[in-house]
């Protein structure tokens, strides 16, 4: 058997695959849930499913946060609470998923049925009566805020008028999700 000398020519593509292959073996996985968010220092710390050992990741301008069903979002978007997979690497983000289902999701949530009131398209809130009591909430909307008809049309809130019913799903008096019957029909 013939033993051919190992070329130096080819030690830098040898090193190259090897960089390449390491490189992508670098990149981890997490997944836990959002304990806190700090939107100046561009972080998010998680704890981690299984573990509840607390990790720091840093996300940066090519960092893709997105929900579960592909929409996008911004750091100041994710809550604590949600549930994340983050791919990173060096504790850098490369992609964040984000479940904007939180945790006992039913449980800590609280519904409000009524009457819009007034909207206030600036400061993101909605002025609800509640029926039967006739008692005023102000609700915040934020980006995650699902608007929609009860018969499954997606709104806005600057689509909500005074007048229109409502059925409001909200944590701390931020709407997860609102159905509206809208006055005078859709």
């Given at each position: 058997?013939?033993?051919?000398?190992?070329?130096?020519?080819?030690?830098?593509?040898?090193?190259?695959?090897?960089?390449?292959?390491?490189?992508?073996?670098?990149?981890?996985?997490?997944?836990?849930?959002?304990?806190?968010?700090?939107?100046?220092?561009?972080?998010?710390?998680?704890?981690?499913?299984?573990?509840?050992?607390?990790?720091?990741?840093?996300?940066?301008?090519?960092?893709?946060?997105?929900?579960?069903?592909?929409?996008?979002?911004?750091?100041?978007?994710?809550?604590?609470?949600?549930?994340?997979?983050?791919?990173?690497?060096?504790?850098?983000?490369?992609?964040?998923?984000?479940?904007?289902?939180?945790?006992?999701?039913?449980?800590?949530?609280?519904?409000?049925?009524?009457?819009?009131?007034?909207?206030?398209?600036?400061?993101?809130?909605?002025?609800?009566?509640?029926?039967?009591?006739?008692?005023?909430?102000?609700?915040?909307?934020?980006?995650?805020?699902?608007?929609?008809?009860?018969?499954?049309?997606?709104?806005?809130?600057?689509?909500?008028?005074?007048?229109?019913g409502v059925g409001i799903l909200h944590r701390a008096s931020v709407?997860?999700?609102?159905?509206?019957?809208?006055?005078?029909?859709?």
């Open positions: 058997m013939s033993r051919r000398p190992f070329s130096l020519a080819a030690w830098p593509v040898a090193l190259l695959a090897i960089g390449v292959f390491a490189g992508a073996a670098r990149a981890d996985k997490l997944a836990g849930h959002v304990k806190s968010v700090d939107a100046d220092a561009n972080t998010i710390v998680v704890k981690e499913s299984g573990t509840d050992k607390e990790y720091t990741v840093t996300v940066n301008g090519r960092t893709r946060i997105t929900t579960n069903d592909g929409h996008d979002l911004g750091l100041k978007e994710v809550e604590p609470g949600d549930g994340v997979g983050i791919l990173h690497e060096r504790s850098v983000a490369s992609q964040v998923k984000v479940s904007v289902k939180r945790p006992g999701e039913g449980r800590g949530a609280s519904k409000l049925s009524g009457h819009v009131d007034s909207v206030d398209k600036d400061k993101k809130t909605i002025v609800v009566k509640e029926s039967g009591t006739d008692k005023e909430y102000t609700v915040t909307v934020n980006g995650r805020t699902r608007i929609e008809t009860t018969d499954g049309h997606d709104l806005e809130l600057k689509d909500l008028k005074p007048g229109d709407a997860t999700a609102i159905k509206v019957s809208v006055k005078g029909g859709t």
